[in-house]
């Protein structure tokens, strides 16, 4: 069975430019996490998002944003980079809102130069 | 509102001893709780979590954490470690009351096991 899958593995933006990062769910899992993890401050709640809705966010501001596609895959986009985006993403996944606890994909590492 | 402690930032260890992992948490409702295990340049690995039931929870490679909710703990054990286990691990909490779905993670520790 293939794990949460995210790409691009790594991704080099410039300071205001858009970033795009992608997550393929576990096949049959509806939920689909967003955490960031940046130097210094641990993993921080991003979002949260279930049968295509936006069940719940963390404290960043609206230039964080996503959305989840019929497939259950998600989008993290990430508008008007700051050099403090500079970070780990990771996702993850589960089945729905029944289950409880998480399978985390290995993460896309953003770069903001 | 949800926190998590992790009381030490690094723990050596040599080769086949033990080791204990500690974590404190707090929150006004019934929590649930997790061990992640974070290797160099990967994701997080759930090692275990509790939910309801027994308070010592037995995860994967040989890792146990046992339930203390007297003390609002949640320490993670290993009898015997590998120069494998070498991680970092992350104390979590979440609870379902509010719907909010949402980990708390530690600050993480750092395994640092020595030959």
């Known amino acids: 069975e293939a794990g949460v899958t995210q790409s691009p593995t790594h991704l080099i933006k410039t300071r205001g430019q858009q970033a795009t990062l992608r997550c393929s769910p576990i096949?049959?899992?509806?939920?689909v996490y967003w955490y960031q993890q940046a130097l210094g401050l641990g993993l921080q709640f991003l979002l949260w998002?279930?049968?295509?809705?936006?069940?719940n966010r963390g404290n960043f501001p609206p230039r964080f944003s996503g959305r989840q596609f019929p497939n259950y895959s998600s989008e993290l986009n990430v508008n008007a980079l700051e050099l403090e985006d500079s970070a780990l993403y990771l996702c993850?996944?589960?089945f729905g809102q029944g289950e409880i606890g998480y399978t985390f994909g290995s993460g896309t590492r953003l770069t903001v130069v | 509102a949800q926190s998590v402690t992790q009381l030490d930032s690094q723990v050596p260890v040599f080769e086949e001893a033990p080791v204990e992992l500690r974590c404190n948490y707090s929150?006004?409702?019934?929590?649930?709780l997790f061990w992640y295990v974070q290797y160099p340049n990967q994701g997080l690995q759930l090692l275990l979590k509790?939910?309801?039931?027994?308070?010592l929870v037995k995860g994967i490679n040989g890792f146990e954490a046992e339930f203390n909710k007297s003390q609002t703990s949640f320490h993670l054990r290993k009898p015997s470690v590998h120069i494998s286990d070498t991680a970092e691990y992350f104390c979590?909490?979440?609870?379902?009351?509010?719907?909010?779905?949402?980990?708390?993670f530690g600050s993480g520790t750092r395994l640092q096991v020595q030959p």
């Open positions: 993850a996944s589960s």
């Open positions: 096949s049959g899992h509806t939920s």
């Open positions: 998002y279930d049968e295509g809705e936006e069940r």
């Open positions: 929150s006004s409702v019934s929590v649930y």
């Open positions: 509790y939910l309801s039931g027994s308070t």
């Open positions: 979590a909490v979440t609870d379902l009351d509010t719907g909010r779905r949402a980990l708390t």
